[in-house]
């Protein structure tokens, strides 16, 4: 069990390129997340998916938008990036069934953008 | 989500019992207490959970106020590796089935002493 995979680990951008950050996760959780942390800050909710073929907007989702690609794997893309969108981004799973909800993060993608 | 307040910093010396609290004084009857970690450039780890009666699993124990409004999270023998961000979330119990975010605030960042 891989849990939940993050690519790239790294990576860096000129403002306005676009790029996609890559979610997968082996557990067969029906609920996917992205949050993106700020130096010295907690974790902000970008998106999620309740299910396959369903997202939400959570707490910043603006210059972002999300693809549930099937129940395994969630997409996240930055479609001009900007330098306030440098920041490490974790993607995260959980079954909304079990009675914790506990969520199981990735490692990270650490993104700058000059 | 009701808010959360926790120390920024803590000290510990290793092999003993790390204590941290939290306040969560607006926490409503169907809100649980989550505590998470994150170890230096890792996503946040799940610790424990609980609603009301003091929980104990393999990591940690949690001690959860008659009232309430406050819980202690407790580490009974302190290594090196302990060493984290230690976050207190308060959630609702039951999502309805969907997902629902994280709110995480700044934390308390436990350093471990040898």
């Known amino acids: 069990n891989a849990g939940v995979t993050q690519t790239p680990k790294f990576q860096v951008l000129k403002t306005g390129q676009s790029m996609t950050l890559q979610c997968a996760q082996d557990m067969n959780h029906n609920s996917m997340y992205w949050y993106r942390q700020d130096p010295g800050m907690g974790l902000r909710l970008i998106y999620y998916s309740a299910s396959e073929g369903t997202t939400d907007k959570g707490e910043v989702p603006n210059g972002y938008n999300v693809s549930r690609l099937n129940k395994r794997e969630f997409s996240l893309r930055l479609e001009s990036a900007a330098p306030s969108q440098t920041s490490v981004y974790f993607c995260?799973?959980?079954?909304?069934?079990?009675?914790?909800?506990?969520?199981?993060f990735g490692p990270g993608t650490r993104l700058t953008v000059t | 989500d009701a808010k959360t307040t926790q120390p920024p910093s803590m000290d510990c010396a290793e092999g003993r019992a790390a204590n941290l609290p939290c306040n969560h004084s607006t926490i409503s009857g169907n809100e649980y207490v989550y505590w998470y970690r994150q170890i230096h450039s890792q996503g946040p780890q799940y610790i424990i959970h609980?609603?009301?009666n003091n929980e104990t699993n393999e990591m940690a124990s949690l001690i959860i106020t008659e009232d309430r409004k406050s819980s202690t999270l407790i580490l009974p023998h302190a290594t090196l590796r302990d060493t984290a961000v230690y976050y207190c979330i308060v959630r609702v119990a039951d999502s309805g089935g969907g997902a629902d975010g994280l709110t995480f605030g700044k934390g308390t960042h436990l350093i471990i002493q040898p």
């Open positions: 609980g609603l009301k």
């Open positions: 995260a799973s959980s079954d909304s069934r079990d009675r914790g909800r506990e969520q199981y």
